[in-house]
């Protein structure tokens, strides 16, 4: 069974500049995550969808971060303008469902963005 | 709201040394417990899970308990190799919040 599959895998970028992560989750997962993983911290979700509506978004900075899915099945996270702070590695992540708390959620190998 | 603390790292051992790496959670209600593994360079990977108090998840060699008295969930391995270098997260779901929360990480480096 193909995983989460993410790209690109590394990006560099300077400051103001834009930048867009992909995601494709395992097929049949409704329930999409997007994390933001700082070095050294462990992961901070950003959002989640259910099919293709959010579900929550808190966490995610909306004066510079958007995201969507479209179809319910792929996702686009973009950043615009970009900051220094935004260095970090973007995980994607599926599940079957949202609603279990003990379903498993599934990670991509993440997005290395770079901001300069 | 939900939080999880984990000892800080690096820890260093031997090749064949036993492992006790400690997380700790807070939250409301009875939420399932987790850890992931991330391999330099990958993403993380589900380690085990546990669902409700007294489960033992296990996989690999590793395993841990859900101790709801102490809101803990220890990983153990009795006999780590060098292949198990990796940052190791705990995290939970539930009990009062439905997200995945994870701890900060705790780095493990196993020396010949």
């Known amino acids: 069974e193909a995983g989460v599959a993410q790209s690109p895998r590394y990006k560099i970028i300077e400051k103001r500049q834009s930048v867009a992560f992909w995601c494709n989750p395992i097929?049949?997962?409704?329930?999409l995550y997007w994390y933001q993983q700082i070095l050294g911290q462990g992961p901070k979700l950003l959002i989640q969808f259910q099919n293709n509506g959010v579900v929550d978004d808190s966490q995610l900075p909306k004066d510079r971060f958007s995201a969507e899915r479209l179809k319910g099945v792929d996702s686009t996270l973009k950043i615009q303008p970009a900051k220094l702070e935004d260095s970090a590695v973007y995980l994607c992540?599926?599940?079957?469902?949202?609603?279990?708390?003990?379903?498993?959620?599934?990670f991509g190998e993440g997005s290395w963005l770079t901001v300069v | 709201g939900n939080s999880v603390t984990q000892m800080e790292g690096p820890v260093t051992l031997s090749e064949e040394a036993f492992l006790t790496i400690n997380c700790t959670y807070t939250?409301?209600?009875?939420?399932?417990l987790f850890w992931y593994v991330q391999y330099p360079g990958e993403g993380l990977q589900l380690l085990l899970k546990?669902?409700?108090?007294?489960d033992k998840g296990s996989n690999k060699g590793f395993e841990a308990t859900y101790r709801k008295e102490t809101t803990s969930f220890h990983l153990e391995k009795g006999s780590v190799q060098v292949s198990d270098s990796a940052v190791y997260f705990c995290a939970l779901r539930g009990g009062g919040g439905n997200k995945l929360t994870f701890g900060t990480g705790t780095q493990l480096k196993v020396e010949l």
């Open positions: 939250a409301t209600g009875y939420p399932s």
């Open positions: 992540a599926s599940s079957l469902q949202g609603q279990n708390p003990g379903d498993t959620i599934y």
């Open positions: 546990a669902t409700k108090a007294d």
């Open positions: 097929s049949g997962h409704a329930t």
